[in-house]
């Protein structure tokens, strides 16, 4: 029994590993101050590239005739729609395993004999047990999926973007899930007004299907200081993805876990034999989960530190807290440290053991990391390797092109002083970047990305830092990186002007890039990859996120191949 117990602790941990490092779906990271999107291809994060109407691509002898290049635009839409489904699953599974770790939480879990047994004494028969409780099972999944639908209802698909990137958002979304892992903890719980509470309780007395519907709003409101902050954490790593379902997606995939094993032990109610007794190990998990929720707060300060370049959180000091966040963890586990609702733990189980020597591998494997290590399982989360202060690997192997006039370049000092990849001597300015791909004579690979882009970041730790990959960038190519989220870095007043895409004011650099991003290619989502003749006209589709290093080594390929056959 006590292994069964560990068990279920040991696969909530690997869920919540795996839904903390879940947020490499599509990366929508811009600065959204002055710029307002409409509900047409601009706004839609989804949408990697759709081909401008004015821009006709090479095919190495002639142009590609309208038909063909509208084909090709159909094509991209296509594999764009893929990727939206499959963020959109990313969003349900997610949602049906916090669903599962939250009918864990101790105020669930020993209500289900109560509910199951409410079924089966009222009822006069099995069959009526069964569909008293597949209704309520599916009077959950309303409640919760109405609360998603009231959050798109509310905010929209473009107001998500807007709060995914926002620097005040990304702030109050790091202190929203520190006050999350402080009620896992033990420090307080989050409860809704007692009066409202008992409101619902007692409606849930009636008969009928009225009464089945309190009953299961009951258990919304009942358990919502330990649901609270999964559902939290849930409806923020939707928002974080902007697609207009996702919170929608994301609670029906949470009801559903929820609502499943009330559902099944109505049903065989002789399994509730095999269900593990309440006890501390319920405690355990909502322990664990906060110190999850600690570690997945850091990433959002993160954000807002690059974003505004404050330089107070930067690589070896996020992982620094991560190492002693999970430390604690490890501790925790081996009972070196309690919490006050915790009970005695007597002896170190075998599964419980297993559990820490994950924890503290993980712990051990981020400590290299403080000397430059690249720790690629984890890089795209971790502040760019640029911020890292003391770097043994910095300079050794990298392949770098770096010219003696680098420094020289516009916003090169600012940029590339926090470069979030080694060996590449980009620049950072388009039209300095187009004048420096006439005069070498070589195309030109712009690179839209983020300082928060965690699709980004995983590019370049997977793909661009390949020999092969990097090779081809560094000598067939003059690169630009133009990043979209940088708030920090204003334009001369020579410079700043009024957006004749928008409307608006573009006084940052990021802004400027955003502009261009969007003006040009009809896309606001990072990463994207577009070759560019030296005049800045497109020589082949534009590319998102692609971790096949073959498949990518063949994009720019045919981007060079491209470049030399219009010459």
């Known amino acids: 029994m006590k292994i069964y117990k560990y068990l279920l602790l040991l696969t909530l941990t690997i869920f919540a590993f795996s839904f903390t490092f879940s947020f490499a779906q599509e990366d929508t990271l811009l600065s959204f101050d002055d710029i307002e999107f409409t509900d047409g291809t601009v706004s839609d994060t989804s949408s990697l590239v759709a081909v401008p109407e004015d821009i006709v691509f090479s095919d190495g002898t002639d142009s590609i005739h309208q038909d063909d290049a509208n084909a090709e635009a159909e094509t991209i839409t296509l594999e764009n729609t893929d990727k939206k489904n499959e963020s959109l699953w990313g969003i349900f599974i997610a949602g049906l395993i916090g669903g599962f770790a939250a009918f864990l939480m101790p105020c669930i879990f020993p209500m289900v004999p109560l509910t199951v047994s409410f079924f089966t004494k009222k009822s006069g028969s099995k069959a009526q047990a069964v569909t008293q409780a597949l209704l309520y099972g599916i009077f959950i999944i309303v409640i919760y999926v109405a609360l998603g639908m009231l959050i798109t209802i509310a905010f929209g698909a473009e107001a998500m973007n807007q709060i995914s990137t926002n620097g005040v958002f990304n702030f109050l979304f790091f202190l929203l899930l520190v006050i999350f ?24 007395d009636k008969g009928g299907l009225l009464g089945l519907f309190f009953m299961s709003a009951s258990l ?19 928002a974080t993805k902007g697609e207009r379902l996702g919170p929608a997606i994301g609670m029906f995939g949470f009801s559903l876990a929820l609502a499943i094993p009330f559902v099944l032990f109505a049903m065989f109610p002789s399994m509730l034999k095999s269900l593990p007794k309440s006890g501390g190990w319920l405690n355990n998990v909502k322990v664990v989960l906060g110190f999850l929720e600690l570690a997945l707060a850091l990433k959002f300060l993160s954000n807002v530190d690059l974003a505004y370049n404050w330089q107070l959180l ?69 502040p760019p390797i640029g911020t890292q202060d003391f770097d043994v690997s910095a300079g050794v192997g990298t392949g770098s092109n770096h010219n003696a006039d680098a420094v020289n370049r516009k916003h090169y000092t ?45 590019m370049e730790a997977d793909v661009w830092s390949n020999q092969k990959v990097k090779d081809l960038i560094n000598n067939e190519f003059i690169l630009v990186e133009l990043y979209v989220d940088e708030h920090d ?14 409307g608006k004011k573009i006084n940052t650099v990021g802004k400027k890039n955003t502009d261009f991003q969007i003006t040009q290619f009809r896309s606001n989502s990072q990463p994207l990859y577009a070759i560019v003749d030296n005049k800045g006209e497109l020589l082949i589709p534009s590319s998102g996120a692609n971790y096949d290093i073959e498949k990518y080594a063949e994009y720019l390929q045919s981007g060079v191949d491209a470049y030399k056959a219009a010459k």
């Open 489 to 502: 870095l204003k334009l001369p007043e020579s410079e700043q002007y009024i957006s004749p895409q928008t």
């Open 220 to 238: 919304a409101v009942v358990s919502f200081s330990c649901t609270g902050p999964i559902i939290g954490t849930l409806l923020v790593e939707a």
């Open 414 to 458: 600012h940029f590339h002083s926090r470069t979030t990849i080694k060996g590449f001597d980009p620049y950072y300015d388009y039209d300095e970047a187009l004048a420096a791909a006439q005069s070498q004579q070589k195309p030109l690979l712009i690179d839209f990305t983020g300082w928060t882009c965690v699709n980004c970041r995983k």
């Open 314 to 382: 930067d690589r070896e000091v996020f992982l620094s807290l991560w190492i002693v966040i999970f430390g604690l963890m490890g501790l925790y586990l081996i009972g070196k440290i309690r919490f006050a609702h915790d009970s005695p733990l007597s002896y170190l189980s075998v599964p419980r053991t297993m559990l820490a020597i994950i924890v503290f591998s993980f712990v051990v494997y981020m400590v290299p990391g403080l000397w430059g290590a690249p720790l690629r399982s984890i890089a795209a989360f971790l």
């Open 181 to 204: 892992a402080a009620s896992f903890f033990g420090a307080f719980e989050i409860t809704l007004p007692s009066s409202f509470v008992n409101k619902i309780d007692s409606n849930s």
